[in-house]
């Protein structure tokens, strides 16, 4: 039973697809309860990265405590747990989800549900959270709220029937939101006497005061001076600091079940404080964590380097520092004979990769090559013993390969029912193999197809949204492994492999895919002062064949009084576009053309 | 003291030639009064009443088409330099023209004047191929020109020619080189066609360019137009300059040895006092600041040791008779094949450079990868 404390307050997240509005919903709720000004909105809410700005997504979890009073003056306690959006963050998503005891779901009025909804639906009803859907966008000329609703109510299977019908942008049903978080969304329970059980959905670093641990207390109080162990990873810590988001950092006097804030502990790294852990007293333990707990892996994997092998340290320093604050990135040195010394990086899926490489060079000012992104496979050796690559230059001679398998994912997509033949097409090309289609309100398909991952972590979501006008959604989990007739692709420039291009592939689709990169690659190389052959080849099989002709000068005509400042600042501007280059062998070859085997079409 | 050329920049012309970039207009006749004012006002800065003139040992009028002035204007000019200068007794002076813009008794004037040395663009000896370039003028008039000019008392003269132009065959550039050495001029500048952004010639090579001459046949037109020179008696002691012996350029191969010169002018350029710095290249915007200001410069660079070693080399390497080592070591102080021994040994191993006792100097490949061998140095 809820404590009186309890009953007035009220967890939950906000599930939405990108563009349906889930910001601009969070921030008009926290104007209506009047937690922030609105000059304060622009500088702490909004003040995230700019990465996340831009692209309209959420990388970190935050959270926001509001204070709403009803009609009847009573004063309600809301926490909101705003989540990563995306597929690559599914674990973070469902510890946040874990955090809450509720969650507003947001559709777009003239869009509908998407498949990235859906996933994360699913994952709500998986942690029992109730459902408040909320239509939004009822202001656009193409908002169909009726059709939302009936959409909400066969895909999902909960009543939308009294939904909020909301514009967050025109401030339009904002009122009957908080209403329905009040009437409609559980208060926390769990005993404020018990041992303490937190459960960490977040961790910040932050240069001042360590790591910052984002919690949501399900049992117990915990008060600053309190000793406190993680128990996965049984490291222990003296809290210095415990308090709410306001959404900037206040300190109070404890956190009780049902509260969700951070914890302070002059942590230094967020490995010890692993999303998913339980938090506990270390001097009068709780008997079991939480459930749920898993450390996270990365999915796919590439090479880092730096474009000057002088700024080797520099990317170090600065992953070791991105580290600090996203415990599922991973990074160990590696040695290219083509790219010099770098970094084998895992990720949890592409768009984590995106966001780091990006950060790196924003934040940290660097100069990347990056190789092909590859995803773990397994190798059972003829000798019994089994490996997992993942850096495609690993892999071991054909002699000693007994068999290879890939991991496999399920794949859903959902669009307007005309693209249907378009998808299943691009799915077959991708190797595919077709499950179930449903038809959603008569318009629109819901396909599931089992897809190899090395075949969607390429361009698969960019030729899904070509081919649809940009419609489809689309959503993937990773289900396993499966044999695969695999074989590495290698290419050789001016006769030499070049290890950092080499990749796996199916061997079906090791000839195209060897034509296609030969033929970039041409494009991408500058001529020099010899003929480069490049070829592609399978073992010692050479499947084809581009020759960069040579140059035949590279001089200029004319250099006079007026001329040589010009030409100076030439030669300059020539130079620096060698120093981007990668010199193999005797052969300059630009950063882009590692990333060339990614763009096949 | 140390000699130092002289530029003086004239930026009229009957008519835009197509691939032109430089800094030259037609169509504004009205202006060239009060551009002959500005630029003696600039001239006319450099007239020390105390300390020592800058000492000048050539000067170079160029353009556009200086030769669309009347000779007593450019003799003025002349003058003008004299007086403000200390303007060596065996200077070299030379006047650009163009066929059509001179007659023997212009000719003469410059000539009585001072001028010693007259370089003509011809550019090709096929009629249509410079009506193509938008040139005013046919190869017979060429051919008058450099006549005129040798009968007015003119014994060095250049030609300038361009090779690379679409619709241009390799038969139509030895042709061109024939036939201007048989007019016995001293010197020829032989350019491979540059389609700069910005030009006439540019917008049509956008939309495709009728037999435009691929990379290979240029390169076998260079090569063949140096050995056909040599055959003739020209020796090529720059990337696109020949000469006979004796004859080479002195203004220009300052530049190639990176000394100070003085420019004055619209768009002029100048490196004095280890200082470049350049004019506005508007010429209203010319005439305005010198007659407000006295002063129309728009930005200056001061070079420091290591970029005037960078420049040395850049430039020096663009000649034959490359760098010499005892002039090098003089200049900077240290030894060139010890400091950069790495690099050298480089170069000489893709077969750009060769070296011997006295000096570092291009090969015949080197000639077509001069940029290859700057940029070895640069840092």
């Known amino acids: 039973m809820p404590s009186p404390r ?36 622009e500088d702490q809410i909004l003040d995230m990265m700019d990465i996340e700005r831009e692209r309209g997504i959420t990388i970190k979890a935050t959270a926001v405590r509001l204070v709403y009073k009803d009609d009847d003056g009573e004063e309600y306690i809301f926490n909101l747990i705003d989540t990563p959006g995306h597929v690559d963050f599914t674990y973070e998503v469902s510890r946040s989800l874990a955090a809450c005891e509720g969650a507003l779901l947001v559709v777009d009025a003239s869009q509908g549900i998407e498949a990235q909804t859906l996933a994360n639906v699913y994952l709500a009803m998986d942690h029992n959270l109730e459902l408040i859907p909320v239509i939004n966008k009822i202001d656009l000329p193409s908002a169909q709220p009726e059709l939302v609703k009936r959409e909400i109510e ?15 942008k025109n401030g339009i049903g904002i009122e009957s939101v908080l209403k329905s978080i009040v009437a409609h969304i559980p208060p926390p329970s769990g005993d404020e006497d018990a041992p303490l059980k937190a459960l960490i959905f977040d961790s910040l670093y932050d240069n001042y005061r360590g790591v910052i641990t984002y919690v949501r207390i399900m049992e117990g109080r915990v008060r600053p001076g309190d000793r406190i162990r993680m128990m996965a990873t049984g490291k222990e810590f003296e809290v210095t ?8 950092l206040v300190p109070t006097a404890e956190l009780c079940a049902g509260d969700v804030g951070y914890i302070t502990a002059s942590i230094k790294n967020v490995r010890d404080t692993r999303v998913g852990d339980t938090i506990t007293h270390a001097d009068r333990p709780t008997d079991k964590p939480l459930p749920g707990y898993k450390k996270v892996n990365p999915m796919v994997y590439c090479g880092i380097y730096p474009a000057d092998g002088a700024r080797y340290d520099d990317l170090r320093d600065a992953l070791e520092k991105l580290r600090l604050n996203d415990a599922s990135l991973m990074f160990e040195p590696e040695t290219s004979v083509a790219l010099g010394f770098g970094f084998r990086c895992g990720f949890l899926g592409l768009l984590h990769m995106d966001i780091i490489q990006e950060r790196l060079e924003r934040e940290y000012d660097l100069d990347l090559v990056t190789t092909a992104p590859s995803v773990i496979y397994k190798v059972v050796k003829t000798n019994g013993e089994v490996i997992e690559i993942t850096n495609p230059t690993n892999l071991p001679p054909v002699t000693e390969i007994e068999s290879m398998q890939e991991p496999m994912v399920k794949a859903q997509i959902m669009s307007p029912a005309e693209y249907t033949g378009s998808i299943m097409e691009l799915c077959q090309e991708r190797r595919g193999v077709y499950k179930t289609m449903e038809y959603i309100e008569g318009t629109r398909v819901l396909l599931t197809y089992e897809l190899p991952l090395n075949e969607i972590i390429y361009d698969f979501f960019d030729a899904l949204k070509s081919r649809t006008r940009g419609y489809a959604s689309f959503d993937y989990e990773l289900i396993g492994y499966s044999d695969s007739n695999l074989v590495k692709l290698d290419i050789l420039l001016n006769g030499e492999v070049v290890d950092a291009l080499s990749l796996i592939v199916h061997k079906d689709k090791a000839y195209q895919r060897g034509r296609v990169i030969a033929e970039k690659l041409k494009e991408l190389i500058p001529r020099q002062m010899f003929e480069i052959p490049i070829q592609a080849a399978i073992g010692n099989k050479i499947i084809a064949r581009e020759t960069v002709k040579a140059l035949r000068k590279d001089v200029l005509a004319k250099c006079y009084g007026g001329d040589i400042s010009r030409k100076k600042k030439l030669l300059e501007k020539q130079k620096e576009g060698k120093k981007r280059m990668r010199q193999i062998g005797t052969v300059e070859v630009p950063q882009e053309a590692f990333m060339a085997v990614l763009k096949l079409n | 003291m140390k000699a130092r050329g002289l530029y003086l920049h004239f930026p009229f012309c009957a008519r835009k030639c197509s691939y032109c970039d430089f800094p030259s207009f037609p169509g504004k006749e009205r202006y060239m009064a009060p551009y002959l004012g500005a630029l003696l006002k600039e001239i006319g800065g450099y007239n020390k009443e105390k300390g020592e003139k800058y000492r000048i040992s050539t000067i170079f009028m160029g353009g556009g088409t200086p030769t669309l002035f009347n000779g007593d204007h450019l003799a003025g000019a002349l003058d003008k330099c004299r007086e403000c200068f200390n303007v060596d007794e065996d200077a070299e002076i030379t006047i650009e023209s163009n066929p059509g813009t001179v007659d023997h008794k212009k000719l003469l004037v410059l000539r009585k004047s001072g001028f010693n040395r007259l370089s003509i663009g011809l550019q090709a000896w096929q009629d249509r191929l410079l009506k193509f370039l938008g040139r005013i003028h046919t190869a017979r008039e060429f051919e008058d020109a450099v006549l005129m000019a040798q009968k007015a008392g003119f014994e060095n003269i250049n030609a300038d020619v361009i090779f690379g132009i679409p619709g241009q065959s390799l038969e139509d550039w030895l042709e061109t080189l024939k036939r201007t050495a048989a007019l016995n001029v001293t010197h020829i500048s032989a350019y491979s066609l540059i389609v700069e952004e910005g030009t006439p010639l540019y917008k049509l090579k956008q939309k495709g360019l009728p037999g435009e001459v691929a990379e290979d046949a240029e390169r076998e037109m260079y090569h ?7 055959r003739l008696g020209f020796y090529r002691y720059e990337i696109s300059n020949f000469a006979r012996p004796g004859y080479e350029c002195r203004h220009n191969l300052n530049y190639w040895k990176n000394g100070e010169y003085i420019g004055c002018g619209s768009g002029a350029h100048q490196y004095l006092d280890g200082v470049r710095s350049y004019n506005t290249p508007d010429l209203e915007a010319y005439i305005e600041m010198m007659s407000k200001t006295g002063n129309a410069s728009l930005g200056s660079e001061k070079i420091d040791r290591d970029q005037e070693v960078f420049e040395t080399l850049m430039l020096g390497f663009r000649l034959t008779e490359g760098i010499g080592k005892d002039d090098f070591h003089k200049r900077f102080g240290f030894d060139l094949s010890e400091r950069y021994s790495d690099r050298i040994s480089a170069l000489k191993r893709e077969g750009l450079v060769l070296e011997d006792d006295t000096a570092i100097r291009p090969t015949a490949r080197g000639f077509d990868f001069q940029n290859q061998i700057a940029l070895t140095f640069l840092d």
């Open chain 1, 154 to 168: 066969d895909v999902i299977g909960i009543d939308a029937e009294s939904a909020p019908l909301v514009s967050a």
């Open chain 1, 6 to 41: 309890q009953q007035k307050i009220r967890n939950f997240c906000i599930i939405a697809h990108i563009d349906h509005g889930k910001s601009t919903l969070a921030d008009r709720l926290m104007e209506y309860t009047g937690s922030v000004t609105e000059r304060e909105m």
């Open chain 1, 241 to 248: 600091d415990v308090g709410i988001f306001s959404p900037a």
């Open chain 2, 224 to 230: 063949k137009g140096v050995d056909l020179l040599e």
